[in-house]
């Protein structure tokens, strides 16, 4: 099965400033998809931002952005201008893009993300 | 996206007894899911509930403890049957759109706490 690993259990950063939470996944297909998933304090999940993997280009959602680099097997998500409300777990996932599998979502461990004012 | 509807959004259970959770989705849905999160854990998949036919289960999980229904495509429970301290949990229901945008959109979740 898929493995999607979230290395940085918490981090922190200082208002306004941008700060990089990383996700490395394994796979041995070729097309996917790949999310950044955001849950803050006792509030429901909610989708940040997605890319294909057959798209070259990064995926961008007005403050954060990906780095997506397949051939590493990385997705990290940037969030600039960090806002209080920013403040929350983030969970990276996978989806296979094959029959039989494509139901599936594959998720990290998840990054605590402090936002300091 | 899909909009979900979850209750209860959280309970207080005794040990040994069942409680059922119930997903009502604002539109049709092909693909739907029954997702537990353990306290400070990641998601795991409990198992996939599938319209008109038994649900399709993740290695770990059994109908006999987590028996599901999906009666039509918006609506669907998940029970949680003798449950114990180790239950204690945010239950979540998901949905897959089937515009095509290939995305999990999740419900709000039911915390459940097995005293």
């Known amino acids: 099965a898929q493995t999607v690993t979230q290395s940085q259990p918490e981090m922190s950063v200082q208002e306004a400033e941008t700060v990089t939470l990383s996700c490395t996944y394994d796979t041995s297909e070729s097309d996917y998809y790949l999310f950044w998933y955001k849950q803050p304090p006792s509030r429901q999940m909610i989708l940040v931002i997605r890319q294909e993997a057959y798209k070259q280009q990064n995926a961008t959602e007005n403050r954060f952005s990906v780095n997506f680099q397949k051939a590493a097997k990385s997705f990290s998500l940037k969030i600039s201008d960090s806002q209080l409300g920013d403040a929350a777990m983030y969970f990276c996932a996978y989806r296979s893009s094959l029959l039989g599998r494509f139901n599936k979502f594959y998720f990290g461990s998840g990054t605590k993300l402090n936002v300091k004012p | 996206s899909a909009v979900i509807s979850q209750k209860p959004s959280r309970d207080i259970c005794q040990r040994g007894t069942s409680l059922t959770i119930q997903c009502q989705v604002d539109s049709q849905v092909t693909m739907m899911f029954w997702y537990r999160q353990q306290p400070g854990q990641s998601l795991t998949l409990i198992a996939t509930a599938n319209q008109g036919s038994e649900a399709t289960y993740e290695s770990g999980f059994v109908i006999d403890k987590f028996p599901i229904s999906r009666p039509n495509l918006t609506f669907s429970t998940l029970t949680v049957s003798n449950m114990s301290p180790e239950d204690s949990s945010i239950y979540l229901c998901?949905?897959?759109?089937?515009?095509?945008?290939?995305?999990?959109?999740f419900g709000a979740g039911s915390r459940l706490t097995v005293l």
């Open positions: 998901s949905v897959v759109s089937d515009s095509g945008a290939n995305v999990l959109t």
